[in-house]
T-cell receptor, first 111, second 113 residues
Framework: GQQVMQIPQYQHVQEGEDFTTYCNSS?????IQWYKQRPGGHPVFLIQLVKSGEVKKQKRLTFQFGEAKKNSSLHITATQTTDVGTYFCAGASGNTGKLIFGQGTTLQVKP | DGGITQSPKYLFRKEGQNVTLSCEQN?????MYWYRQDPGQGLRLIYY???????QKGDIAEGYSVSREKKESFPLTVTSAQKNPTAFYLC????????????FGSGTRLTVV
């Protein structure tokens, strides 16, 4: 079945350093979504990418969707302590709306 | 305020008992989902429903059951057949195409004692 792999599993950075998490799917995706889960909380939708090669920015966050629509990345510039949490990518294939989540990358930021 | 509500927040179950987790949404979303979250394993899909009175198994449906009698409600029953039920359970809803992402509830933490 479809699998979505995400690396790294954990990342510890000093505040101000950059951070990147990568997501790879075993199949071509119709879209990919990114979520953030704060410690003790629930996942919150960040963004959806649909087009091949698409790049979207939200302040210090940059999201990319690969040309083959099988991989994606999230890059955070100059991390802050408020960025702490687990970032999940989730891929959809077809038009069912059903998402397969990656394992997540847990980000720790040292002040 | 539109949203999705899960209850209870914490639930303790004795081995051999069935328990039902509640999930209600007032977002007028057609699709609803149940995920299980374990440390280091991300979110795994248990069941999903795209229309009332219809639902499909996800990747880990064994030991679970659901119903979708109303658009707003998608309760999950964890049966005694589920061998390792201790986990964090998340309910979510979305439009059918999912273009605006999933809205998640705050989750139910189930512990078997």
């Amino acid at each position: 079945g479809q699998q979505v792999m995400q690396i790294p599993q954990y990342q510890h950075v000093q505040e101000g350093e950059d951070f990147t998490t990568y997501c790879n799917s075993s199949t071509t995706l119709s879209n990919i979504q990114w979520y953030k889960q704060r410690p003790g909380g629930h996942p919150v939708f960040l963004i959806q990418l649909v087009k091949s090669g698409e790049v979207k920015k939200q302040k210090r966050l940059t999201f990319q969707f690969g040309e083959a629509k099988k991989n994606s990345s999230l890059h955070i510039t100059a991390t802050q302590t408020t960025d702490v949490g687990t970032y999940f990518c989730a891929g959809a294939s077809g038009n069912t709306g059903k998402l397969i989540f990656g394992q997540g990358t847990t980000l720790q930021v040292k002040p | 305020d539109g949203g999705i509500t899960q209850s209870p927040k914490y639930l303790f179950r004795k081995e051999g008992q069935n328990v039902t987790l509640s999930c209600e949404q007032n977002l007028n979303h057609d699709a609803m989902y149940w995920y299980r979250q374990d440390p280091g394993q991300g979110l795994r899909l248990i069941y999903y429903s795209q229309i009332v009175n219809d639902f499909q198994k996800g990747d880990i449906a064994e030991g679970y059951s659901v119903s979708r009698e109303k658009k707003e409600s998608f309760p999950l029953t964890v049966t005694s057949a589920q061998k390792n039920p201790t986990a964090f359970y998340l309910c979510a809803s979305s439009t059918l195409a999912g273009g605006y992402g999933y809205t998640f509830g705050s989750g139910t933490r189930l512990t078997v004692v």
